[in-house]
């Protein structure tokens, strides 16, 4: 008796799951709102010359939504109550920029009468996402559509599914496969960590107290180790954050993986990369080659843009990006 359901499970569940992303298109609003790509780049564009935060900012908010109930910019909703994805602890350091970015890109395809309450904040989202990427010089491409918003954001879906700065390479990989994602993917992607800011805490570990016999992370390039210990003093101001690509923090490129060779990754979960021999040579090949860098992140980006995306039913288009209809 068991068996048809298993079988079902087995076979028919990956062919939904495909069914729903196989939605996702890269024409989507070309009837509705067929400017909305020039529309929302002009937003960001504008809103990028105001602050580089935007970037970052904007970069992180699509990753953090994607891992979360799905790439429904569920993460955007806010709650009177505090209850919202957006108020649990993995999400609180998300920049302020990165929503208004998205806010601001809605404001201005809701002044087009045509475009009006027609494209979803998931969708602007995505769109803004490629513009930051493009603004800081990184690759640009194409942006499949098509997703609608989520009417649920709670603090407690967002348990166990973002990764933490002290993960394992296992984690990691874990965590991303659970997406579809493998690791080159997961590698190309931990890319974003060439643009942005962390704040102290979020490594004081690795330059203090590292363990028993230990202060400072061994895998860490003493003389980096040395910078961070006076860019972050112990009981630093908690509001700090600096650069987590030291060397080219404001473009999109591939120092980051330069820098991992040097021992110069701010997380252990991006020093990890290097230092364990199972993706240590995708960091090579990263290093060496932006072209491949460029071409593995646009990969992984466009396959996470499509992790639990709602069509039909499941969600609708928000018309105020931060409250469900
Ligand atoms: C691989 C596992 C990852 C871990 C453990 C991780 C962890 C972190 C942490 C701890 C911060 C600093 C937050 C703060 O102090 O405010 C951060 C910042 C950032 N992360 Fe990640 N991240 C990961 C992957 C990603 C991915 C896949 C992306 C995007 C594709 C991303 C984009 C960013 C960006 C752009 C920032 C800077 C945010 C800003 O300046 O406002 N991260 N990440
Ligand atoms: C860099 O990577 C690209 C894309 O994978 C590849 O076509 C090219 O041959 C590589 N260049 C070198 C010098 O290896």
């Known amino acids: 008796m068991k068996k048809p359901c298993t079988l079902f499970v087995i076979l028919l569940l990956p062919l939904l799951i495909t069914t729903v992303s196989a939605q996702l298109r890269f024409n989507y ?46 993460v955007i909703l806010a709650s009177s109550t505090n209850t919202a994805e957006k108020d649990h602890p993995d999400d609180v350091t998300l920049a302020g920029d990165g929503f208004d970015t998205v806010i ?25 996402t490629r513009d930051v990427i493009a603004l800081t010089g990184g690759p640009s491409y194409p942006v499949e559509l098509g997703r609608l918003d989520g009417r649920i954001s709670t603090k407690a879906s967002v348990q166990r599914q973002l990764p933490h700065p002290e993960f394992s390479l296992d984690q990691l990989n874990s965590m991303f496969a659970s997406h579809g994602l493998t690791q080159t993917d997961m590698i190309a992607l931990s890319g974003a960590h060439t643009i942005g800011f962390s704040h102290c805490n979020k490594f004081s570990k690795r330059i203090y107290k590292f363990s028993k016999t230990r202060q400072i992370d061994p895998t860490l390039d003493p003389t980096y180790a040395t910078q961070l210990r006076q860019m972050c003093p112990i009981n630093v101001d908690p509001t700090i954050a600096i650069n987590m690509d030291p060397t080219t923090p404001r473009t999109f490129d591939n120092v980051y993986y330069k820098n991992l060779q040097k021992g110069m990754g701010l997380f252990s979960s991006d020093q990890i990369l290097f230092t364990d021999s199972r993706s240590k040579d995708i960091v090579n090949i990263f290093a060496a080659n ?23 039913k499941q969600g609708e288009i928000r018309r105020d990006c931060t409250a469900v209809n």
Do not use: M, W
């Open 29 to 74: 609003y070309s009837a509705t709102c067929p400017n909305v790509e020039s529309i929302v780049r002009n937003a960001v564009t504008q809103k990028f010359r105001q602050t580089f935060v935007t970037a970052p900012g904007t970069l992180r908010l699509f990753f953090h939504d994607c891992l979360v109930r799905g790439c429904d910019a569920s």
């Open 290 to 312: 932006n072209t491949a860098f460029q071409q593995a992140f646009v990969t992984a980006i466009t396959k996470l843009g499509r992790v639990g995306v709602k069509t039909g």
């Open 104 to 128: 601001k890109a809605k404001a201005a395809v809701d002044r087009d009468p045509n475009c009006r309450n027609k494209v979803s904040c998931a969708d602007i989202l995505a769109l803004a």
